[in-house]
């Protein structure tokens, strides 16, 4: 299962329509060891790239053809986005599969709505994606990240890496987790500076002080830890962790490098799987996945 914060196309363009998603910021990784545990895969060398895997819905390789242009139907603004050509797709998930011929647009155009450097006609690269859209038969992703079309290495190793995470889940949350803590909840309180949403399936976040008595991996700061959790009871929310005051656990931190209408601001960590709230215990069994983590 996927962890992006998303929800179904439809509502992806119904959200778009309505609210513009805003360019990311820059994330400053944990300064402690690397949640991925020793790795010889190039896609693994860092949890910064485990988390864009584990975040991307659709990495493929492309060429962009036009800038300010658009292949969706929608009379929407143009400014951030650019068409790109597809010749080869690295990986894709369920979702993907069912659009359009089932080609996952090799060898067609998309829309990429982008948010990093903008590009210029004639840029290939290998673009890691989330869904934004899919009307008329036209595709528009969102860019999450965007990788050297040199590093070939990188990208002989993400379908290994992608086929792990789907087989190992927990290892997958391990892997792209920015710091793994175990401690206690001190208190809960509203987000001080939240992200409009203007939805009915919002997440509603919440923030959780979370005090450390031990950190796995990534920085070892004892310092409390601000922790964003989904307090929605909705549907699209039921299957979160929700924090409470006196809450003790295991916490897998994560973060989001684009801002969309679902997600906590950038720069915070949050919980949002399942698996990212472990119970006291499970200390052991994570360290040995994070010491000996099992390979692509």
Sequence with gaps: MRTRLVFSPVVRR???????LAACGTHLPATGDPCTGPQAS??????????????????????????HAK????AIATTDLVIVHVDQVLFADAEFHQLGDGSLFVDADVTLEVTGAFPAVGDSAYFLSFMLEFNGGQLAVTELARESDADTAYAAAVPAVEALFADQVVYARV???DRIIAGTVTSVAPLAN????????????????VAPSASLCGSDAAAPVGVDFASSDDVAWTKAPKLAAGQTGVFLLHHTDVQ????PPVGDVFVISPDD???????????ALIASPPQP
């Design 14 to 20: 119904n959200l778009w329509l309505s609210v513009a």
């Design 260 to 263: 969309d209408l679902m997600a």
């Design 175 to 177: 892997a792209s987790a």
């Design 71 to 74: 292949t969706v139907p929608d």
């Design 277 to 287: 709230v472990q119970p006291i215990g499970a200390e052991a069994s994570l360290q």
């Design 194 to 209: 939240p992200v409009p949403c203007g939805s009915e399936h919002c997440p509603v976040w919440m923030q959780a002080l």
């Design 42 to 67: 190039p896609a693994l060398a860092s949890s910064e790239l485990a988390n864009q895997l584990q975040e991307s819905e659709y990495i493929f390789h492309g060429t962009v053809t036009q800038v």
